[in-house]
């Protein structure tokens, strides 16, 4: 198609000043964050590396879905990712590609044509620059949630250690609220700590629970149950009196688990059962 | 056909599962042990399921039949070596086995049912 060429072509001839055009409106943008971009020439090669890849591009088609496209795709996916670990907003990463219109349209308008062919290539070139504008947001948002995802299973992990109290005896502070997920991953890791530590008695301290409701309860209940198969007995603990009152007034049944206010008073029950004892050294007789 | 050694220890009967429980397996599994509960006066079983990789619902209420037969001919059962994925699957599919016994290994089966046995026999519990 020999407009599109052409079109490609103008750009092309014109590289510099448009480049130049461009790198200025993105400083005057009032939404550019001066104090995440420290040095202007870092922008400056951005802008320049892209726009080299854009005509390249644009020489092709300007289909932005053809393979001639994909070094320009890759380059602002490259850009966001970055953009977005930086921590810029997403109109704010969008801003780069957007701000090339203004350039493009100046360059557009400095040809004498009639109108018609004028509007036409506004048109196809605000659609192309739309459609870039469109990727870079949904690449922005695809790193913003892989940054989430990796925090959240960070948080997972850190958030579900099993402890050794005593020869055969394990607690397992829970902090946080229990969804299915932790539930999950809680009672992998009390099962598989049960298994290499022979333990006899797990104490689930629920003391860093905020809130239980009828779905907690059901996950702890869980808990017990999986570890009662294993062989090892649990206590819960840490059970403060709003909650208390709270897991009577939802009617959950805790009738079969044994359950103590405080983790001491667990321990203890746990020390009794494994036929241990705690006494003070040198006690007065 | 794949069959379950069902092997005597004192007064005891030791089941290893140490292949796949076919449903059939299972079955005659039941059969067998049911006879040699009677045959051999058996006080105690230790079902030894720590081979075991994969259950169903079918199993689960197999290992409950099993453990509820044997406590009506005067038996205990003691489930051990469940591996922790095993019990994660039989407690996602409802089936948490109330009232059956289980232990860690072997070893603390039988130690289970030794104590068991000293206190029916000092008439405290009657289990």
């Not at chain 1, 350039?103 to 048109?123: N, S, T, V």
């Not at chain 1, 649990?234 to 059970?239: F, L």
């Not at chain 1, 009152?245 to 044994?258: A, E, P, R, S």
């Not at chain 2, 006080?43 to 399921?49: E, F, H, N, W």
């Amino acid at each position: 198609m020999p407009q599109k060429t052409q079109m490609a072509s103008e750009i092309r001839n014109q590289q510099a000043s448009i480049l130049k055009d461009w790198v200025n409106y993105q400083l005057a943008a009032n939404m550019l964050r001066r104090d995440l971009i420290i040095k202007e020439h870092e922008l400056r090669d951005a802008s320049r590396q892209f726009l080299e890849l854009f005509v390249t591009a644009l020489e092709e088609s300007t289909d932005i879905s053809t393979p001639g496209w994909k070094p320009a795709k890759e380059y602002l996916g490259e850009l966001s990712h970055a953009r977005a670990v930086q921590g810029f907003s997403p109109s704010e990463t969008a801003m780069f590609i957007l701000s090339l219109k203004q350039p493009l349209f100046d360059l557009l308008q400095r040809q004498q044509r009639d109108a018609k062919a004028l509007a036409e290539d506004f048109w196809e070139m605000t659609v192309l620059l739309d459609r870039l504008g469109l990727h870079t947001a949904e690449l922005y948002q695809q790193s913003r949630d892989a940054i989430i995802q990796r925090q959240q299973m960070e948080l997972l992990e850190l958030s579900t250690p099993v402890v050794q109290l005593w020869d055969e005896i394990l607690a397992l502070p829970l902090i946080g609220t229990l969804d299915s997920n932790r539930t999950q991953i809680v009672m992998e890791s009390l099962l598989q700590r049960i298994v290499e530590t022979s333990a006899r008695i797990a104490i689930i301290d629920i003391t860093g629970v905020p809130t239980v409701d009828t779905l907690v309860a059901q996950h702890l209940m869980k808990t017990v149950s999986a570890a009662r198969l294993m062989g090892a007995d649990c206590i819960i603990s840490g059970i403060r009196p709003q909650i208390a009152q709270t897991i009577v007034h939802l009617g959950v049944n805790l009738q079969d688990i044994v359950t103590k206010s405080t983790l001491a008073d667990a321990f203890h029950i746990a020390l009794q059962r494994t036929g241990a004892a705690v006494t003070k050294v040198g006690a007065s007789a | 056909m794949e069959r379950i050694p069902i092997l005597k220890m004192g007064p005891y009967l030791l089941v290893t599962i140490q292949v796949d429980m076919h449903d059939r397996v299972a079955m005659t599994l039941q059969d067998e042990l049911t006879e040699q509960i009677v045959r051999q006066h058996a006080s105690g079983v230790l079902l030894d399921i720590s081979s075991v990789n994969v259950v169903d619902s079918f199993i689960g209420r197999m290992i409950g039949n099993i453990a509820g037969i044997s406590r009506v001919l005067d038996a205990e059962t003691v489930v051990v070596g469940m591996r922790p994925a095993v019990a994660i699957t039989l407690v996602e599919l409802g089936m948490a086995l109330p009232g059956i016994r289980t232990a860690l290994n072997v070893d603390a089966g039988m130690a289970l049912l030794k104590s068991a046995r000293k206190i029916s026999s000092n008439g405290r519990l009657a289990r």
